[in-house]
């Protein structure tokens, strides 16, 4: 586990940083991924019912500093494509963000998807989102393939972005 540090000066102790896969159902978890759901979006994502299937039947991922869970990330696989993991909520808590802390989370949760034998990874994102598009495309690589002009019935465009991972089982960031 490393030590991380939100400023630049590592005169304090710093956080101890965990990205985790959550691999048990426990409904305690539930409010907690709740309510980093709800500070995260101005709308709420999830009921307990959905997070509980979640919890059981997708994959949860978590980012922790010192046992707090500072975000998750929630997975599905694809129907169409087995090797195919979707993304579809990421969040980190206000306070945590602007630190770098979601790209060390994002590449943490690639890491475990790669070795679980992931071959693809696919994500949505708002197209006014320019920031997480950057981060996505320079940092990590994902291309963007198709564009959704209201998926989710908002008037809102939608990108969706997908990254290919080699199959040698690397986790090296594209440069």
Same mark, same amino acid.
């Given at each position: 586990?490393?030590?991380?540090?939100?400023?630049?000066?590592?005169?304090?102790?710093?956080?101890?940083?965990?990205?985790? +896969? /959550?691999?048990?159902?426990?409904?305690? @978890?539930? !409010?907690?991924?709740?309510?980093?759901? &709800?500070? #995260?979006?101005?709308?709420?994502?999830?009921?307990?019912?959905?997070?509980?299937?979640?919890?059981?039947?997708?994959?949860?991922?978590?980012?922790?500093?010192?046992?707090?869970?500072?975000?998750?990330?929630?997975?599905?696989?694809?129907?169409?494509?087995?090797? +195919? /993991?979707?993304?579809?909520?990421?969040? @980190?808590? !206000?306070?945590?963000?602007?630190?770098? &802390?979601? #790209?060390?989370?994002?590449?943490?949760?690639?890491?475990?998807?790669?070795?679980?034998?992931?071959?693809?990874?696919?994500?949505?994102?708002?197209?006014?989102?320019?920031?997480?598009?950057?981060?996505?495309?320079?940092?990590?690589?994902?291309?963007?393939?198709?564009?959704?002009?209201?998926?989710?019935?908002?008037?809102?465009?939608?990108?969706?972005?997908?990254?290919?991972?080699?199959?040698?089982?690397?986790?090296?960031?594209?440069?």
């Amino acid at each position: 586990m490393e030590r991380y540090y939100l400023t630049r000066s590592t005169a304090s102790e710093g956080y101890a940083l965990e990205v985790q +896969e /959550v691999d048990r159902h426990d409904p305690l @978890l539930i !409010p907690v991924l709740n309510e980093l759901d &709800l500070l #995260t979006y101005s709308e709420g994502t999830f009921s307990r019912y959905t997070l509980g299937a979640l919890l059981r039947y997708g994959r949860i991922f978590t980012i922790t500093a010192d046992g707090l869970v500072i975000g998750a990330c929630h997975c599905l696989r694809s129907f169409d494509f087995p090797d +195919e /993991v979707v993304i579809f909520n990421m969040a @980190l808590r !206000p306070g945590w963000r602007g630190h770098g &802390l979601g #790209t060390r989370f994002l590449q943490g949760v690639i890491d475990r998807l790669q070795a679980r034998g992931t071959r693809r990874i696919s994500l949505l994102v708002g197209a006014q989102n320019h920031r997480a598009i950057a981060v996505y495309r320079t940092k990590f690589g994902f291309q963007h393939v198709s564009t959704y002009p209201n998926e989710y019935n908002t008037g809102q465009e939608y990108y969706l972005m997908r990254l290919d991972l080699p199959d040698d089982g690397g986790s090296e960031l594209p440069s």
